[in-house]
Each structure stands twice: as C-alpha cells, then as structure tokens.
C-alpha cells in the first residue's frame, strides 16, 4: 500500500483528496499547517507528498526546500490556486517534481500521482550507474553531476531533468508539448510558457563558461539538442 502524505490547510479540499485516495486503496497521512508537514515528512517515508502552497505557519515552497535539504527524494506534487508561470517556476525551483492547479478534478490528481509513483519505481529499481556523455557534457545520472567540459554545473532539479531528457534523446526534435509530458508529467497547463522558461535558464547554466550552443530552438517545431553548426 502507497503512503502519501496530504498537507492542505483547507477542510473542504482536504476531506475530498483525503476520502477519495482511501477508497483508491492508499495509506493517507493528513497534515493541517506547513510546519507539521514537515516534521512529518521528515521523520517518516512516504511514496508522494502532496502540498498545498498557502499554508498556515510555512509555506508549501518553504516546506519543500526544508524536505529537499533534509536529502529527501520523494516526489512532491503541489497543488494551488496560483496558476502563472511565476509561481509554477518557484514551485518547480524549490524542489517539487509536479504542479495542479486548483480547482482540478480528481482522476487528473490520480493521473500525476501514478505519473510520479511510476518515475520513482523506475528510479529505485535502476542501481546500475548510468553516465550520459554529448560533445562535451557529460551526466551521471547515479551521482547527478553535470559537467561541461570538465567543469560542474550546478542546476535545480527541473533543469537536472530537462536536460537528462535531452541527452537521452539526442538530435532529435522535441516539441514542447512533449516535454512538458516528460519532464512534467501528463496533463500539464499548456497555457503557460515554462518550458521556454527552463530551456532558457538551462541555456545560462550550460554556456556560462563560453562553450557552444548545443540545445538549439527549431521554430514552430520545439527544441533540439545538437551540435553546434
């Protein structure tokens, strides 16, 4: 059985997700405020969190970066009535591995969770190292290091997987769509521009050190990742 830790401050949205996930046949833990969220994911494992943003005590941004500080790998779905592109991108920045907006229906929440359930499945059950090497960028995926040209880049965990996403399918033309399904699972807001966004903090990070573009923008198609021309 599946423990997922709710934290939601509003009893209404709470009893829905709370009633429904039982009858779906997982273990549900329910956390009121922002603080008791994070001692409770702390001191116990969980399979998903799932966190609201506007929180009595902390915040739903603030408890995410205190269970990522705490090594903390489970995957984290934040739900919340800020929709914009800002607040998904702070979402994202902090830590979390998906977005929802509110209101939502409650298959569409299940449908992430088994996104997110499935990703981390096939994450624990890979223990062979695995290094990624493009021109001159090189992933391990085991110790999560990136290098360009021999110098480590350091990126958040949504730019760490847009990447990888990249360097797994190499030359080849990816629209946005596609990586939203891949990098942010199914369903996501299509209204936004985040991953024009990402690939262009990703691009920063990348050529900081004057190396060569090698993600590279096909107009009204997506992204590429190539060598430069």
């Given at each position: 059985?599946?423990?997922?830790?709710?934290?939601?401050?509003?009893?209404?949205?709470?009893?829905?997700?709370?009633?429904?996930?039982?009858?779906?046949?997982?273990?549900?833990?329910?956390?009121?405020?922002?603080?008791?969220?994070l001692e409770l994911a702390i001191?116990?494992?969980?399979?998903?969190?799932?966190?609201?943003?506007?929180?009595?005590?902390?915040?739903?941004?603030?408890?995410?970066?205190?269970?990522?500080?705490?090594?903390?790998?489970?995957?984290?779905?934040?739900?919340?009535?800020?929709?914009?592109?800002?607040?998904?991108?702070?979402?994202?920045?902090?830590?979390?591995?998906?977005?929802?907006?509110?209101?939502?229906?409650?298959?569409?929440?299940l449908a992430r969770m088994r996104?997110?359930?499935?990703?981390?499945?096939?994450?624990?059950?890979?223990?062979?190292?695995?290094?990624?090497?493009?021109?001159?960028?090189?992933?391990?995926?085991?110790?999560?290091?990136?290098?360009?040209?021999?110098?480590?880049?350091?990126?958040?965990?949504?730019?760490?997987?847009?990447?990888?996403?990249?360097?797994?399918?190499?030359?080849?033309?990816?629209?946005?769509?596609?990586?939203?399904?891949?990098?942010?699972?199914?369903?996501?807001?299509?209204?936004?521009?985040?991953?024009?966004?990402?690939?262009?903090?990703?691009?920063?990070?990348?050529?900081?050190?004057?190396?060569?573009?090698?993600?590279?923008?096909?107009?009204?198609?997506?992204?590429?990742?190539?060598?430069?021309?």
């Open positions: 059985m599946k423990k997922i830790l709710l934290v939601e401050d509003d009893n209404h949205v709470c009893s829905f997700i709370n009633k429904g996930l039982i009858e779906e046949g997982y273990e549900v833990t329910v956390a009121m405020d922002g603080q008791q969220g001191a116990s494992t969980y399979d998903l969190i799932i966190l609201d943003v506007m929180l009595p005590t902390m915040n739903g941004i603030d408890v995410c970066k205190g269970i990522r500080a705490s090594k903390m790998e489970v995957p984290i779905l934040f739900l919340t009535a800020l929709g914009s592109t800002e607040n998904v991108v702070m979402g994202l920045d902090s830590g979390g591995d998906d977005y929802l907006a509110k209101p939502f229906k409650f298959m569409e929440l996104t997110l359930l499935r990703r981390r499945q096939k994450v624990s059950e890979s223990a062979q190292e695995t290094v990624y090497q493009f021109s001159d960028l090189t992933i391990n995926d085991d110790t999560k290091v990136v290098q360009r040209n021999g110098v480590d880049v350091s990126l958040t965990s949504t730019e760490y997987k847009l990447l990888l996403m990249f360097v797994q399918n190499p030359r080849r033309v990816l629209s946005r769509i596609s990586i939203m399904e891949q990098v942010w699972g199914v369903d996501f807001d299509l209204g936004t521009n985040v991953v024009d966004v990402y690939v262009n903090y990703l691009r920063k990070k990348i050529e900081k050190h004057n190396s060569d573009r090698i993600i590279h923008t096909v107009i009204g198609m997506g992204y590429v990742l190539k060598e430069a021309e």
